[in-house]
């Protein structure tokens, strides 16, 4: 096959394809499955962003939510303070965030395992804090109000009436597919290559000649970059604010990865999906048993931690790893 | 009887051993030597359980060892000292030489306490460092601690891994002696690994000579140290 | 003056806390290599289970006990449903290299905390309680003074030091925490010597499971109780047990109680909204300038 010798032109047919697929299909939708489709497209890009930390480099950060968070107060900020567009807000929120992944890979790239876990989770417990001690400015507890605003004309003539939620979708998904795009060149890169030598063997990747230090800041900065974009489109539903971004956004961005499969961008993208459709799925497949809402509430979360232990213990490389294994049967 | 039947062994795509059989017999000391690589410490490994081979046969007194893990192992008398001065540093010396015998120590209290003597008196320099870390041992005294801890589980067959690993040489002949006197006195077997094939050879009842995974050589030990045409070969003295 | 003294005896009681936690966290990581961010969930449980009892009428000491054993049991559960399972399969694959055996343990103990949580809220609803004290909770006063402390503080230091001596004795004296001692530092010469490392290690598990129920029961009354109420705490506790060095006993138990000491007199002093800001400054300056712990020794360590 051609594509074999020309990985970038396939990646870019394939994400060509995606694109298409999601316009379309996003135009038949209810309001509602177009506005989960959108958060799933926004999510895939912070998905990505352990895709690359963690599955690609064995780096594991318990604080991607709390980057998402900067990457959304940072576009919130550009927005109401400065006036700029959504599209500029947007590029800036990619590069504060990944200063900010800067910072934190300097201390990373000396930590390990859990000590990296838990620092990044106390990153991410003390963030939200910042929002309520410069209140003036980051708007405390309530947040900052922002949106997608409206589609541009030209686009209305071509597709009709748009809704809110539609137009959420449509502004994600080409920002999405510059993240696949992105991801898919880096994975097949030298860069790629080296982030995969350090995780399977830091110490021969460095007698190799990595520079394993600079390496994982790197991984930093982009995973970083990649998680406030993420996190700057999810605000721009409705609000920036802590409760936008809890705790649990991390978790859920961990569990979506895990659960594709750690080590693909098929992996990424299942995995973004089930995250979100996962509770609907639920609802829709219990209605008839007509549960308490005490356990309808918490059953989502037991499910996905089930599916997490049984992913991690049964099978490591996520539903992506059994779907490749039955294409190449 | 130790008995190794065409065992192989491999690390990945690294084959350590390939097919290898020998006996040891009871009561005797049966030395493998062999150049730095050649699978040593694998054999041994494997005996204790510590690796698993990819085929073959290992017995010791008619039961098989093979498959077992090396809590089991121990306990059916096979005792390992493994390469390189195997104590844990933070822990004192009686720490060291009880641990060997926890795992007797409620069903034979009594013998677990003549074992622990018994290892002093054959060691009177660990008793007088008794409650000092084995950390700060020589490591002469290290090695006597390794095998302190493995004699106080009153093995009837003992694996030495290089006992011989950078001590001087008046020390590897004291304890190369006092392992001698336990065969004679008690029947213990002793599979004894080392580089130092002269005196390993010295003291040893018979000799396996391994290279890069196979066995070349399998005879009495005199008639082994004897045959200069296969030192050159192998050994390269 | 005063508000001086009641902060720290404020610190020293919620320290005495935090170091049960930080015990916890470092039995396991000796014990298994393994942080456990579930640790807390695994107490919230057992907490439950108390109040549940508690509220059926049952006695305060009664419910304390077959807490501790529920936190034992949990713990157990964990090694054995979870992360022995893992550990054996840990040479395909995904888990073939060193970070991933460092990263998918913590990725699984947080597949735990999300069942726990999630059960809890199943069986005992969102709506937070409370919980009951043994003794008063109210400042004691000698001599017609109110004293900086309540029965219930001094209970807490009582039960607390009670512990740290047991454990110490634990670990000093019997065969089992020598068992445990050499497993930690050196698996492969404590299987030769007859050791069974996995039972050892489920046992680790099993009394850092009770470690942390402790911490749960002792914690509780002052901070209602939530599926979710205990997830600080850890947070707490393992940035006490980083400042201990993660792998020594007792700087687990000095981190617990610097790091009481810490909160309480930001708590005073700075701001409540400030805790966890103060803790990552803390944790990042412990990291990066004493990464083995404000105790190591010149040994250089890998964290
Ligand atoms: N853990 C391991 N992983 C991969 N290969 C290994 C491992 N341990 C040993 N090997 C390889 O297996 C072969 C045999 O090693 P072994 O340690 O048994 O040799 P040895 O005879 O004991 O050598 P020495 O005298 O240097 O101790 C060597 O080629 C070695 O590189
Ligand atoms: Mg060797």
């Given at each position: 096959?051609?594509?074999?010798k020309n990985?970038?032109?396939?990646?870019l047919f394939?994400?060509?394809?995606?694109?298409?697929?999601?316009?379309?299909?996003?135009?038949?939708?209810?309001p509602?499955n177009?506005?989960?489709?959108a958060?799933?497209?926004?999510?895939?890009?912070?998905v990505?962003s352990?895709?690359?930390?963690?599955g690609?480099?064995?780096q594991?950060?318990?604080?991607q939510?709390?980057l998402?968070?900067?990457?959304?107060?940072?576009s919130?900020?550009?927005?109401?303070?400065?006036?700029?567009s959504?599209?500029l807000?947007?590029?800036i929120?990619?590069i504060?965030?990944a200063?900010?992944?800067l910072l934190?890979g300097?201390a990373?790239?000396?930590?390990?395992?859990?000590?990296?876990?838990?620092t990044?989770?106390v990153?991410?417990?003390?963030?939200?804090?910042?929002?309520?001690?410069?209140?003036?400015?980051?708007?405390?507890?309530?947040?900052?109000n922002?949106?997608?605003?409206n589609p541009?004309?030209w686009?209305?003539s071509?597709f009709?009436?748009?809704g809110?939620?539609q137009?959420?979708?449509?502004?994600?998904?080409?920002?999405?597919c510059l993240?696949l795009?992105?991801?898919?060149?880096?994975l097949?890169s030298?860069?790629?290559?080296m982030?995969?030598?350090i995780?399977?063997?830091e110490?021969?990747?460095?007698l190799m000649?990595?520079n394993v230090?600079t390496?994982?800041?790197f991984?930093f900065?982009?995973?970083?970059g990649f998680?406030?974009?993420?996190?700057?489109l999810?605000?721009?539903?409705?609000?920036?604010g802590?409760s936008?971004?809890?705790?649990s956004?991390?978790l859920l961005?961990?569990?979506?990865?895990i659960?594709?499969?750690l080590?693909s961008i098929?992996?990424?993208?299942?995995?973004?999906?089930?995250?979100v459709?996962?509770?609907?799925?639920?609802?829709?497949?219990t209605?008839?048993l007509?549960?308490?809402?005490?356990?309808?509430?918490?059953?989502?979360?037991l499910?996905?931690?089930?599916?997490?232990?049984?992913?991690?213990?049964?099978?490591p490389?996520?539903?992506?790893n059994?779907?490749?294994h039955?294409?190449?049967? | 009887?130790?008995e190794?039947?065409n065992v192989?062994?491999s690390?990945?795509s690294?084959?350590?051993?390939?097919d290898?059989?020998f006996?040891?017999?009871?009561?005797?000391i049966?030395?493998v030597i062999?150049?730095n690589?050649a699978?040593?410490?694998t054999?041994?490994?494997l005996?204790s359980?510590?690796?698993v081979?990819?085929s073959g046969?290992i017995h010791w007194?008619?039961e098989?060892l093979l498959?077992?893990?090396?809590?089991?192992i121990?306990?059916?008398?096979?005792?390992h000292?493994?390469?390189?001065?195997?104590?844990?540093?933070?822990?004192?010396?009686?720490?060291?030489?009880?641990?060997?015998?926890?795992?007797?120590?409620?069903?034979?209290?009594?013998?677990?306490?003549l074992?622990i003597?018994?290892v002093y008196?054959?060691?009177p320099?660990?008793e007088e460092?008794?409650?000092?870390l084995?950390g700060t041992l020589?490591?002469?005294e290290r090695?006597?601690l390794?095998?302190s801890r493995?004699?106080?589980?009153?093995?009837?067959l003992?694996?030495?891994d290089e006992?011989?690993?950078?001590?001087a040489?008046?020390?590897?002949?004291?304890?190369?002696?006092?392992?001698?006197a336990?065969?004679i006195s008690?029947?213990l077997?002793?599979l004894?690994v080392?580089?130092?094939a002269?005196t390993?050879l010295?003291?040893?009842d018979h000799g396996?000579?391994?290279?890069?995974?196979s066995?070349?050589?399998?005879q009495?030990a005199?008639?082994m140290?004897?045959?200069?045409?296969?030192?050159?070969?192998?050994l390269g003295y | 003056?005063n508000?001086?003294?009641?902060?720290?005896?404020?610190?020293?009681?919620r320290?005495a806390?935090?170091?049960?936690?930080?015990l916890?966290?470092v039995?396991v990581?000796?014990?298994a290599?393994?942080v456990n961010f579930?640790q807390?969930?695994?107490?919230?449980?057992?907490?439950?289970?108390a109040?549940?009892l508690i509220?059926?009428?049952y006695?305060?000491?009664?419910?304390?006990?077959?807490?501790?054993?529920?936190?034992a049991?949990?713990?157990?559960?964990?090694d054995?449903a979870?992360m022995?399972?893992l550990?054996?399969?840990?040479?395909?694959?995904v888990?073939a290299?060193?970070s991933?055996r460092?990263?998918v343990?913590?990725?699984?103990?947080?597949g735990?905390?999300?069942?726990l949580q999630?059960?809890a809220?199943?069986?005992?609803?969102a709506?937070?309680?409370g919980f009951?004290?043994p003794?008063s909770?109210?400042a004691?006063?000698?001599f017609?003074?109110t004293?900086?402390?309540?029965k219930?503080?001094l209970f807490i230091?009582v039960?607390?030091?009670?512990?740290l001596v047991?454990t110490?004795?634990?670990?000093?004296k019997t065969g089992?925490?020598?068992?445990m001692?050499?497993?930690?530092l050196?698996?492969e010469?404590?299987r030769l010597s007859?050791?069974?490392?996995?039972?050892?290690?489920?046992?680790?598990w099993?009394i850092?499971?009770v470690a942390?129920?402790?911490?749960?029961l002792?914690i509780t009354?002052?901070a209602?109780?939530s599926?979710?109420?205990?997830d600080?705490i850890?947070?707490?506790?393992?940035?006490?047990?980083?400042?201990?060095g993660?792998?020594?006993?007792?700087?687990?138990?000095?981190?617990?109680?610097?790091l009481g000491l810490?909160?309480?007199?930001?708590?005073?002093y700075?701001?409540p909204?400030d805790?966890?800001?103060?803790?990552?400054?803390f944790l990042?300056?412990v990291?990066?300038?004493?990464?083995?712990?404000?105790f190591?020794s010149?040994?250089?360590r890998n964290?």
């Amino acid at each position: 096959m051609s594509s074999h010798k020309n990985p970038a032109a396939r990646n870019l047919f394939f994400v060509i394809i995606f694109a298409i697929v999601i316009f379309i299909l996003g135009a038949d939708l209810d309001p509602y499955n177009q506005g989960q489709l959108a958060v799933v497209s926004m999510l895939l890009i912070g998905v990505l962003s352990v895709t690359l930390l963690t599955g690609t480099s064995g780096q594991i950060s318990l604080g991607q939510g709390a980057l998402m968070a900067v990457g959304g107060y940072a576009s919130a900020l550009t927005i109401l303070n400065l006036g700029l567009s959504m599209w500029l807000a947007l590029a800036i929120a990619i590069i504060v965030s990944a200063m900010a992944g800067l910072l934190l890979g300097f201390a990373a790239a000396r930590l390990t395992g859990p000590y990296l876990a838990g620092t990044t989770l106390v990153l991410a417990l003390a963030l939200p804090s910042l929002a309520n001690r410069f209140e003036s400015v980051f708007g405390g507890d309530v947040g900052l109000n922002v949106d997608f605003g409206n589609p541009p004309s030209w686009l209305i003539s071509a597709f009709g009436e748009i809704g809110y939620e539609q137009w959420q979708l449509y502004a994600t998904v080409p920002l999405t597919c510059l993240a696949l795009l992105a991801t898919a060149n880096i994975l097949s890169s030298r860069t790629g290559r080296m982030w995969r030598a350090i995780r399977d063997n830091e110490s021969a990747a460095s007698l190799m000649g990595v520079n394993v230090s600079t390496n994982k800041i790197f991984t930093f900065v982009v995973s970083s970059g990649f998680a406030g974009l993420s996190g700057a489109l999810y605000g721009l539903r409705g609000i920036v604010g802590p409760s936008v971004y809890p705790i649990s956004l991390s978790l859920l961005l961990l569990t979506g990865a895990i659960l594709g499969g750690l080590r693909s961008i098929a992996g990424a993208l299942i995995g973004s999906a089930l995250v979100v459709f996962l509770p609907d799925l639920i609802e829709w497949a219990t209605r008839p048993l007509a549960l308490s809402e005490q356990i309808g509430n918490y059953l989502p979360g037991l499910i996905g931690g089930v599916l997490l232990l049984l992913t991690v213990i049964l099978n490591p490389g996520g539903i992506a790893n059994v779907l490749h294994h039955h294409k190449n049967k | 009887m130790l008995e190794i039947r065409n065992v192989v062994a491999s690390y990945g795509s690294v084959v350590a051993l390939k097919d290898i059989s020998f006996t040891a017999e009871i009561g005797k000391i049966t030395t493998v030597i062999g150049a730095n690589g050649a699978g040593k410490s694998t054999l041994l490994r494997l005996i204790s359980g510590l690796e698993v081979a990819t085929s073959g046969a290992i017995h010791w007194q008619g039961e098989s060892l093979l498959g077992k893990s090396p809590e089991s192992i121990v306990r059916m008398g096979v005792a390992h000292v493994p390469e390189g001065h195997a104590v844990i540093a933070p822990l004192t010396v009686a720490e060291n030489i009880e641990m060997g015998a926890l795992f007797r120590a409620r069903s034979n209290k009594d013998d677990v306490k003549l074992a622990i003597g018994e290892v002093y008196e054959l060691f009177p320099r660990l008793e007088e460092r008794k409650n000092q870390l084995a950390g700060t041992l020589s490591g002469g005294e290290r090695q006597m601690l390794a095998i302190s801890r493995a004699l106080v589980s009153r093995p009837s067959l003992l694996l030495l891994d290089e006992p011989s690993l950078g001590l001087a040489p008046l020390v590897v002949e004291q304890i190369i002696e006092t392992i001698k006197a336990l065969c004679i006195s008690t029947g213990l077997t002793v599979l004894l690994v080392e580089q130092n094939a002269n005196t390993a050879l010295s003291v040893a009842d018979h000799g396996v000579l391994l290279s890069i995974g196979s066995v070349v050589a399998d005879q009495p030990a005199p008639l082994m140290r004897a045959d200069s045409a296969l030192r050159s070969a192998y050994l390269g003295y | 003056m005063n508000t001086l003294i009641t902060t720290l005896f404020l610190g020293t009681t919620r320290g005495a806390v935090f170091a049960l936690v930080a015990l916890g966290l470092v039995l396991v990581w000796r014990g298994a290599g393994i942080v456990n961010f579930a640790q807390m969930g695994q107490a919230m449980f057992s907490t439950y289970v108390a109040s549940t009892l508690i509220i059926k009428g049952y006695g305060y000491w009664f419910a304390f006990l077959i807490a501790l054993a529920v936190g034992a049991i949990l713990g157990a559960i964990v090694d054995l449903a979870v992360m022995r399972p893992l550990t054996r399969r840990s040479h395909a694959g995904v888990l073939a290299s060193d970070s991933m055996r460092a990263t998918v343990p913590v990725i699984a103990s947080l597949g735990i905390l999300g069942v726990l949580q999630s059960l809890a809220g199943m069986i005992w609803a969102a709506e937070e309680r409370g919980f009951p004290t043994p003794v008063s909770d109210v400042a004691v006063k000698p001599f017609g003074k109110t004293a900086p402390f309540t029965k219930f503080d001094l209970f807490i230091i009582v039960v607390v030091a009670l512990t740290l001596v047991v454990t110490t004795l634990f670990f000093k004296k019997t065969g089992m925490g020598l068992a445990m001692r050499a497993t930690a530092l050196n698996p492969e010469v404590a299987r030769l010597s007859g050791i069974r490392i996995s039972r050892v290690r489920t046992l680790s598990w099993a009394i850092s499971g009770v470690a942390s129920s402790l911490a749960g029961l002792l914690i509780t009354p002052s901070a209602n109780l939530s599926p979710n109420t205990l997830d600080l705490i850890l947070i707490v506790g393992f940035t006490a047990a980083v400042v201990g060095g993660l792998d020594s006993l007792p700087g687990s138990v000095v981190g617990g109680f610097i790091l009481g000491l810490l909160i309480a007199v930001i708590n005073v002093y700075v701001s409540p909204d400030d805790v966890f800001l103060a803790l990552l400054v803390f944790l990042l300056l412990v990291l990066i300038l004493k990464p083995g712990g404000l105790f190591a020794s010149k040994k250089v360590r890998n964290v």
